[in-house]
């Protein structure tokens, strides 16, 4: 049964790129959230898709945008890319209807130069 | 909205020895989790615990859902247990609110 996969597991852009990070759901999980994680500190709630619509979003610029594709997996845009973005961005995916338990990816770390 | 602390924000052991983290949540929160942080990165699954005590082998948790609060114990740390411990909680919708970790190191 594989677990959350995430791809790519490194990056590095140029200031003002656009960039796609792409995740992979557990087996049997209908839900997907990203987080960002800036270097010391707590992962940061970025939105959350479920039944491909973005049903919950954090404190987050339009910049960052998403997507949910029937099978479940899920990617993350973000445009016109700043020095501030760079960070480790991670997948979590959960079940509906199991309280929120989540399961996280090894995450992608973006280098923005 | 939903508010979790963590304490303490450092904590230094020698192997062998025993630890308590301590994490404090506010009322919109109906569950919590412990995670552990390997130095690549990843979040690892610990404990899915909205109320009760759990153990996994050398780790248990504890959490007190009416005083807002859980505990997670380690003990005979080693040097693997390295790495920071954090808590989260989901209120609605399944969006995890993370404390700001503890940042074990675990000295031979």
């Known amino acids: 049964d594989a677990g959350v996969t995430q791809s790519p597991t490194h990056l590095i852009k140029t200031r003002g790129q656009q960039v796609t990070l792409r995740c992979s759901p557990k087996?049997?999980?209908?839900?997907v959230s990203w987080y960002q994680q800036a270097l010391g500190q707590g992962p940061q709630f970025i939105f959350q898709?479920?039944?491909?619509?973005?049903?919950q979003r954090g404190n987050f610029p339009d910049r960052f945008s998403g997507h949910q594709f029937p099978n479940y997996s899920s990617e993350l845009n973000v445009n016109a890319l700043l020095l501030g973005d760079s960070a480790l961005y991670l997948c979590?995916?959960?079940?509906?209807?199991?309280?929120?338990?989540?399961?996280f990816g090894q995450g992608t770390r973006l280098t923005v130069v | 909205g939903i508010q979790v602390e963590q304490s303490p924000p450092d904590l230094i052991l020698q192997e062998g020895a025993n630890s308590t983290l301590r994490c404090n949540f506010s009322?919109?929160?109906?569950?919590l989790q412990w995670f552990h942080q390997n130095p690549w990165g990843q979040l690892i699954n610990l404990f899915y615990?909205?109320?009760g005590t759990k153990q996994n082998g050398r780790l248990s948790a504890t959490t007190v859902a009416t005083e807002r609060y859980s505990l997670l114990y380690i003990s005979s740390s080693q040097t693997t247990d390295s790495g920071v411990y954090f808590c989260?909680?989901?209120?609605?919708?399944?969006?995890?609110?993370f404390g700001t970790g503890t940042r074990l190191l675990v000295s031979p």
């Open positions: 979590a995916s959960s079940l509906v209807g199991r309280g929120g338990e989540g399961f």
């Open positions: 087996s049997g999980h209908d839900t």
């Open positions: 898709y479920y039944e491909e619509e973005e049903r």
């Open positions: 009322d919109s929160v109906n569950n």
């Open positions: 615990i909205p109320s």
């Open positions: 989260a909680g989901t209120g609605g919708f399944q969006k995890l609110v």
